[in-house]
């Protein structure tokens, strides 16, 4: 148990569908990111909030649409996916962005987009 | 750009015995952070062990400890007395050192990944 939290944990949808991914972390945490575990690959970072601020969209198609109301809750919104979109997507958080802090990392959600 | 680079997609370990994961990385930096991750079946990714460049003493866990040559930008990772619950994708990962000035943030940077099988 970490402090973060994600759902849903499994997610199957249409690419015509619109979903969204929801993380939570109870560490008082200032900062939350967005990563993407495709298979064989490196995880991939998405997005970074810092005080509610999105400081970094890494190249990131519109599909995907962050949201971050409070410094606690990051969502995920998708819409139009396509099926190279299917992988396990996680959130993490840390106190700050300074380069030393951990980063604290939630279960994950697996999305199939067929 | 940083690269990190996990050269072995597999490792597997004999209970109670020493295994040693390997990480190279690519950069211009001189001051930055070495981090490996544990990710379990479970999914839940976890900090193991990090190490700060400017540091020459190699980083020490409990049972886990690197092996940081920085002239070679080389990590490795060494489990000691490995136990089943060490089963899991282990990650190294590389992060610059913002507060030196470097990129905005420090961009967590992670390698592909090395699957550890422990046989009892």
């Known amino acids: 148990e970490t402090g973060v939290t994600q759902t849903p944990r499994h997610l199957v949808m249409g690419m015509t569908n619109k979903k969204s991914l929801k993380c939570e972390q109870h560490?008082?945490?200032?900062?939350m990111y967005w990563y993407k575990q495709s298979a064989k690959k490196p995880l991939e970072l998405m997005f970074v909030?810092?005080?509610?601020?999105?400081?970094e969209n890494n190249s990131v198609p519109s599909r995907f649409s962050p949201e971050c109301p409070n410094s606690s809750h990051l969502f995920l919104h998708l819409h139009t996916l396509q099926p190279e979109d299917s992988a396990l997507y996680l959130c993490?958080?840390?106190?700050?962005?300074?380069?030393?802090?951990?980063?604290?990392f939630g279960p994950g959600t697996r999305l199939l987009v067929l | 750009a940083q690269t990190v680079t996990q050269s072995q997609p597999e490792m597997s370990v004999q209970e109670a015995e020493t295994v040693t994961l390997s990480c190279t990385y690519d950069t211009s930096e001189s001051d930055y952070y070495l981090f490996w991750y544990k990710q379990p079946p479970s999914r839940q990714m976890i900090l193991v062990i990090r190490?700060?460049?400017?540091?020459?003493q190699n980083a020490t866990e409990n049972r886990f400890s690197v092996n940081f040559q920085k002239a070679a930008k080389s990590f490795s990772l060494k489990i000691s007395d490995s136990q089943l619950g060490d089963a899991a994708m282990y990650f190294c990962?590389?992060?610059?050192?913002?507060?030196?000035?470097?990129?905005?943030?420090?961009?967590?940077?992670f390698g592909q990944g090395t699957i550890l099988t422990v046989h009892p």
């Open positions: 909030y810092s005080l509610e601020e999105r400081v």
């Open positions: 990962a590389y992060r610059s050192d913002n507060n030196a000035g470097g990129t905005s943030y420090g961009k967590l940077t």
């Open positions: 993490a958080s840390s106190q700050g962005l300074h380069s030393q802090e951990t980063q604290y």
């Open positions: 190490q700060e460049a400017y540091k020459q």
């Open positions: 560490l008082g945490h200032n900062a």
